[in-house]
């Protein structure tokens, strides 16, 4: 069975100040794809970045980055100089070789102007 | 490139009444997945299809829940005699066959009455 953990369910920063999300996870498969989301209030789900776990180079896209650590099962995702924008519900999520995705239970992220 | 389309996007229904939602994928995409979201939690797997084959049901999918794509391209979801714990947002997504990566419709809203 696989889980996705986002422990922090609420994030409230001011405008400009970083954001780390975090995520962990569970799976006994050892090809896996780990996501992650954005659903603003509007609620269409946005796809953000993913990551395969073979590959544990991270990365920085923009204002968005992120950390892999297979070691701790984590996958966390920062957003830099965040803008009142970036307000939504983040979701981490995994998927393997059935391609379905399980998603953690979102966090909301509120950025103060 | 048009996304993933929905219809319709708000649904109120009573009780015991059936009804059925409307998925259109991205145009080349072959598999086609259906989630449901209840307020405050992720998007769970309902079901998928590659092509016109329905592929994987999820548990929670019930006897009451139907869905098909029957010629590969966009695909219905059914919900016979609908109860008050249906009421949730209906989440498609689709997804090349060689792709990990689902992106997302707008959903629709059911409000179960």
């Known amino acids: 069975a696989q889980k996705v953990t986002q422990a922090q369910t609420e994030i409230s920063v001011v405008e400009k100040e970083d954001v780390t999300l975090d995520c962990v996870y569970e799976?006994?498969?050892?090809?896996?794809?780990l996501f992650w989301y954005k659903q603003p209030p509007s609620g269409e789900l946005v796809f953000l970045i993913r990551?395969?776990?073979?590959?544990?180079q991270n990365e920085i896209s923009g204002r968005y980055s992120w950390n892999f650590q297979k070691s701790t099962s984590s996958f966390n995702f920062t957003i830099t100089a965040s803008q009142v924008v970036d307000s939504a519900v983040y979701f981490c999520?995994?998927?393997?070789?059935?391609?379905?995705?399980?998603f953690g239970a979102g966090t909301t992220v509120t950025v103060r102007a | 490139d048009t996304g993933v389309s929905q219809d319709p996007r708000h649904k109120i229904t009573k009780r015991g009444q059936n009804v059925t939602f409307r998925c259109d994928p991205i145009?080349?995409?072959?598999?086609l997945y259906w989630y449901r979201q209840t307020l405050g939690q992720g998007p769970e797997f309902l079901t998928y299809?590659?092509?016109?084959?329905?592929?994987?049901k999820s548990r929670l999918l019930s006897d009451r829940f139907s869905a098909e794509r029957p010629k590969g391209s966009f695909s219905t979801l059914e919900i016979q005699r609908t109860e008050q714990g249906d009421s949730a947002m209906y989440l498609c997504a689709s997804s090349l066959w060689d792709s990990e990566t689902q992106y997302f419709g707008p959903g629709t809203r059911l409000l179960v009455l």
């Open positions: 999520a995994l998927s393997s070789n059935d391609y379905k995705l399980s």
């Open positions: 299809f590659q092509n016109e084959a329905q592929l994987e």
């Open positions: 799976t006994r498969d050892t090809t896996y794809y």
């Open positions: 145009s080349e995409h072959n598999r």
């Open positions: 990551r395969n776990s073979f590959d544990e």
